[in-house]
């Protein structure tokens, strides 16, 4: 079974530009997330999909960042524009419906 | 606000010494998840626990859940380095399927 794929896996910006990051999830897998990881720390949930809709983007910077997953399966992730605190790897997982618990490598984005 | 705190926050120990690990918060939780992650890869599950008081094993490794889940712990037998990494514990919410993660473990176990 293929795994939750994420690309690019590095990324680095000036502040004010924009990236996008793209998640494949497993396949028929309905729940998809997307985790800020700040170095040494846990991640913390930016936004959730059950298929194609918003389950939870409480704690997504709507001013900066957006996200969508279009036919309920491949999602993209947007930052624009970029600042230095956005610096951080960016986890996709998806799940079946229930349990968390397929991760993807995760994206590094640095910004300069 | 729900939070997970992790405790300690780092730990460096030899091989073949045992170590514990703490997951905490004011919040109940319908579930609770261990991870593992390596430097450059995402998490990868180690255990899932659902019941208050429920213990489970996988090899050197017990996992506790507490009686009113709202704190689990993670104990490893005889570490070895190839347990390195950061610990991470994630509560999750029944019926929405949010997780949120705790602040993280960072252990490394010496030849």
């Known amino acids: 079974e293929a795994g939750v794929a994420q690309s690019p896996r590095y990324k680095i910006i000036e502040k004010r530009q924009s990236v996008a990051f793209w998640c494949n999830p497993i396949?028929?897998?309905?729940?998809l997330y997307w985790y800020q990881q700040i170095l040494g720390q846990g991640p913390k949930l930016l936004i959730q999909?059950?298929?194609?809709?918003?389950?939870?983007d409480s704690q997504l910077p709507k001013d900066r960042f957006s996200a969508e997953r279009l036919k309920g399966v491949d999602s993209t992730l947007k930052i624009q524009p970029a600042k230095l605190e956005d610096s951080a790897v960016y986890l996709c997982?998806?799940?079946?419906?229930?349990?968390?618990?397929?991760f993807g490598p995760g994206t590094r984005l640095t910004v300069l | 606000t729900q939070l997970l705190e992790q405790s300690p926050q780092f730990l460096s120990i030899q091989e073949g010494e045992n170590l514990t690990v703490y997951c905490n918060s004011s919040?109940?939780?319908?579930?609770l998840q261990w991870y593992r992650q390596e430097p450059g890869e995402g998490p990868v599950l180690l255990v899932t626990?659902?019941?208050?008081?429920e213990v489970k094993k996988l090899k050197r490794l017990t996992f506790q859940f507490g009686d009113a889940r709202k704190d689990s712990s993670l104990h490893i037998t005889a570490a070895q380095p190839g347990d390195t990494g950061l610990y991470l514990c994630?509560?999750?919410?029944?019926?929405?399927?949010?997780?949120?993660f705790g602040t993280g473990t960072r252990l490394k176990v010496l030849a």
């Open positions: 626990v659902v019941t208050g008081g």
């Open positions: 997982a998806s799940s079946l419906g229930g349990a968390l618990g397929y």
């Open positions: 919040s109940v939780f319908s579930s």
């Open positions: 994630a509560g999750g919410t029944s019926g929405t399927y949010k997780y949120i």
């Open positions: 999909f059950q298929n194609n809709g918003v389950v939870d």
């Open positions: 396949s028929g897998h309905a729940t």
